[in-house]
């Protein structure tokens, strides 16, 4: 779960790169990062810039330290850790020198050969300076024999397989590349004469950049003084992430070529249709993420859709709970009904999936609490079997509640009337299939991962 | 603007006022503070603990901040300055060693008569401490001749004239007191043998509490090692803010005896009935805030609703505005819209107010910009024609757009194909004037000010 | 313990009081205020402009917090608690709104008899803010019936009794004035157009300001744009602080208009004559405040004079005590040996007092474990006997070792071969007792107030 | 100009580090980090744990800081830059994973082959993560094919020249290394069961150590769970930096077998002798690292010591200059004149060196200008006519004032009545040339650098 974003000929690349990571921010809140560097400048080997820093966009780039990274180039990460210890020394984008120049590297997805390569070239004598396995790219980079920087990160992206979306930035081109499956997102934008890549299009809306295309799974984007250049380094085999749609982006933003929205919308009709409810009076959403399903769901039984629980937006980092504890505090900080709409009512309740099965109980309790007469679970998602190694932050499957346990036994354990998901066959249409390859390994269990030859 | 908070009988004291002035974080945002004590204690002078600190609830109150306010009773506010210069010295509450001991006293309203009683005070010869009119209320405490504590407060509260909401703390009692009209809400709330009392019934929500009833206009009540009691002090004649309705409490608040959010699907059904708008495809809110009303419009008018615009919750306190300036960056920081939804669509907007009328200005570009055909505003209050004078923070009439331009002039300048306003008769029938007095100086011009006899 | 300090007509006022209050920052550590006013300015009764925070001078005032202090003139304050609790809401210079106007009044000293004011002004109705005693003096002020403020001031301070330097700010005028016995010190100087009142003459070396002379005891300065203007509120008798020369001034200042180095190289002469040491090999002082008096020493008995303990210059405030403690780490923190000369030496130790004895007994011991043959102690004033009532934070007379033990215990107590204290008949000669009148209370343990007739 | 620091067997390894970085800051005030690891551990990959930071020692070194860093052994380093870029992506201890497993490297000194190496390496395919000489030697370590780490080392620092004083930390040892020259100190404590490694005994005071002995030019110590260890990896030809003696070391400091304090009075006593200045009444020392040498100068010359300039010891780092300007500002900051002292005095100024000449004229003139009748400059080494190359951070040679000007044009260019300089003779007879060399290249022009033979 990581957010990139890159800046390419633009005055203030690195205030662009930190506007892009503010949008992406629910793509990570653990740390973030800027790399910054002066294209136009002489050939200077000092010439990059790193800032980086735990917590939120906002709170690591005051305006002190965004002044600390000038340049017409920059590229951005933001980050929730997935591999690696979750600190500050793994905070990418990682810098490397080479025999190729100084470059800087910010990755978003899981590489799955990573661990044998890292053995590999320690063996040889290389060193690594992180535990993350976006390392090992900038060491076949290194090592590569190849003539120009674009052939020696071909060479290096055909040797690692797994899940990749990159921005790259040399002294004086940046790479945008994505793994042949298109795993993760990545999107090409343009505002004015500057080229702006990021994860998703909602960081060009607030930078008022125009969203031109996608990168294209198995191309690197290659842009210099020279203009914008495509090169495709392996067949596209379109494995996309299925969960980018159901939870992970957000909502506004166009992913792999389609509205977010209008799929999670869909999800919602689709369950109605499947799942319907006639005994409710009303559809409320777990906000924010079970929203657009709950307007679908809403929409298509035509029961009245209502804001019965209300989301805290003022959460801070450093919160306190009192020690005479208050049961479901957490919840309770993020959450809260509203008594007048719940009570005595029958309520269907949507979200977008349950995980643990904790919260999901905690919520289905506080409905319950606020008088309501029956409470009916429906998730916008088939039941989360299997853990992702693709760069999603999902508990190992032990913890994974559906990976154990029966609906009837979660429905008993979450303490709703009913519960129901919808199928996979269902979620599939949603996101059309005909059109778009998608990898649904956390739900239907089967792998999807298609060996690529270069 | 100001949120206010009171614990009692509760060994962490401050920290569930913490918690009550973070549930009431959307009264104001400048500067938060709380006092503590311990009335178990010895009779010590100097048992008052005080922090204060400008930012949020959260960013004030850090742990080592609330570890330095013991005690088992603590008041709190949160603060949006209306009087008085917008800094850490005026915040509240405000201590005062007197001839009646310590105390300290906090106050969400505004009075209409301080600056007399100030120049009246000053020429005798006291001394203010700060330029908030609170601090009047202190003064005619300090200066009474009556024998306690109770019948000072008293004696103070028949001298002024206005609107408040206030909690104050003694070396050993507790109270709460409401202005005869019952201006601002305050409610009274138990959890195990603790009372709590808040500004609104979020705060109960939170910690755990359970609402017990109103502090009534015209009530002082007092709360000690022997109890709870009631005094009146005037005669109450009703006349509540019916913006507290409309925008300003939180929707899952219950205010004034009635649920917020409620009134404001109310409000949106009224609006649908008085100003359909039949050609229309979507109701879109302004988000959060017009999220109920939009609701209501949906369900009376039939028309589908969406969440075509999506707000951004990560805002920080530090932005940094692009130099190369990006067109309403202001707005986009906080709202982006769902392209896809309003693409080609009829679009009915529903905002719960128009101030200036540059902020609606811009969300109609925006949703011009992301493709609609046609955009049809539809306000769920009247037109705001007057400024507030009993601490709301509405900017002065002349910045009021209503209070000089007609409606058709209002449509020119925000760019809308149509816009309507509720009326004030369907705003009152919301709020069901039979039960309650309000105040609705600022939709309807007239004065609801009624001189008390104490 | 405090420092104070005035800029009047200066249009970096705030700077320069913060420049001030650091050359100052030895007589307070706990917290620093300023407080700046535009005397240009339009008749407005917003214009004062406070900051204060706790912690050292230049922590407090980053260039944001002084760049919230404009104007052209500015008092301001750093403290060591001495009375009232030792928390920010007690941090000077204190702000009154009065019937005279709005004014700032910061003070170094310790009234006697602010007690019973308190109580009789409380009695009629007043508000203290703080647990300060300086605050009485705002409320005489405020009380008093006199026409102008001048006329209020000499009212109020005749009514005072006890030691203070004042300075205080109207939205018009400057004030400077000291008690009649001129107990603590306080100096005029001059910058060009400026003019800049401190209590010592070392903040104006920061400054570039020129010494002019005393404010006298018994004296008040006005300072306006109609010029200085001086005035007598009652007869001096003089009765000043030894106290200030012996330790608590920098030995660059001048102070009660004589070098404070001089005086204390002085008391190392006298010592040495009253005390030899003929058996000893080296002169080696408690750095830093033991410095000239050992040189002073040294040079009257002719033996070497060295550095044999190096004090620590980075200590920080937020130091971390090893679990596994280590002896006397405090100490060792502040102050290292020189091994190498102190090692088979007969040593005598010079430092200007003994309060508890147990920091004293650390530093023996260390240069006992630094391989001394002989330790000599010598104090370069008599032993302290009195707590002081005038505001130096010297521990009860319960808690100095001195008001209970002989000079033998007390050498057997730290751990020396000898110890011995300056008489204090040799300490009245060093400071000049035919011009100038001191208080000594602390070593003679008789009280020197006089009452002041006004 | 770096301090370093090792401890080894040590259950508060952490806190131990930073109290011995926090006695060495005066090698090093930009940056400050550990690293530290639980030796005892099973054989985690994971277990290392670093913190860095920007600024002073107990700045970085919050009690929150120190506790994410646990284990028995940890290592750090205080850094002044010298090579590379001057931020925290630099800061050492640095962390390498490699084929002999991960271990931490930090390192005080300056190799004068490392560009070379540096661009081989890259050559080869390694990458850089930062531009300090330092992580050459991590690489030399990754690349040999020794089959231990000890002997890795030993093959590594065998390919290096230079001077480096080195601790480095693996999963479960220690090493030790001063290169053959034994360029910069490194000395060898014991504090019960554990070891302390550090740049200059006052570490160990401060610790509560006891000193054992220098690490020896050309020595490796290795210390593991089975106890010390010494291998000679180079034959020792002794150059050490006099400058440590003259300069850079605390007085209270044993460097190189010697009293720093005892050096630097001897200075003091050779320049007395070598140019007297029988017409001077005083002697002053700029504090405070004249101090022993003016001491010394007084005793030889008879004419008395006095401390004629105190410096202030509370300067923070952000200081703000007034706009008005005041003559040499940053002196005063750090200086102020004792006027009693120096009034129409023949003074002898003491300092123990002269490098671009702008300060010295600053404190010259400040002595003028508190009237002393004649200044006399003395300066306790030979002139500085050349930049060093090793790790001191001396400016270029453009800049030495002494590199380009005769002693009469810079006694001309400060403003003093005379000045004289320390031979090199009597420098190299302080030091004790018979029983160590030196490097003295900085004084004399010639190199000392003498190519080892492994």
New interface residues.
Partial sequence: MCGIVGVFNN??AA??A??GL??L??RGQESASIVSVEHNGTSN??AFH?EKGMG????V???EV?ARLPGNAAIGHTRYSTTG?SNL?NAQP??????KGRFALAHNGNLVNAEGWRKEL????????T?TDTEVI??LI??SRKGNFTEALIDALRQIEGAYSIVLLTQSEFFAARDPRGFRPLVLGQAGESWIVASET?AF????ATYVREIEPGEIVRISQNGLESVKFAQAVKQQCIFEHVYFS???S?VFGR?V??TREQLGRLLAQQHPTPEAEIVVPVP?SG??AA?GY??ESGT????GL?R?????????E???S??D?GT??KL??????LRDKSVVLVDDSIVRGTTSKKIVRMVWEAGAREVHMRISCPPTIKSCQYGIDTPTSEELIAAHRSEEEIRAFIGADSLHYLSLVNLRSAVQPGEHGFCDECYSGRSSLVRIEG
């Fill in positions: 005055t203030e205030n662009f930190y506007l503010y949008a921010q629910h080997l000092r790193a939120l966009v906002a709170q780039f005051k305006p965004l210890d020394l990682l810098l490397a020198e080479t025999n320690e063996w040889r004598g290389s060193i690594f300076q535990t900038n060491h290194a090592l909602c809306d607030l930078i008022g957000r909502p506004d166009v509205s929205y209008r924010d929203v657009p307007i809403a929409m009245p859709f209502r804001m209300i805290n937006h003022y959460v801070g980092r450093t919160f306190i009192p020690k005479q208050i049961r505090f309770k900080l809260n009904p509203v008594r007048e709409l």
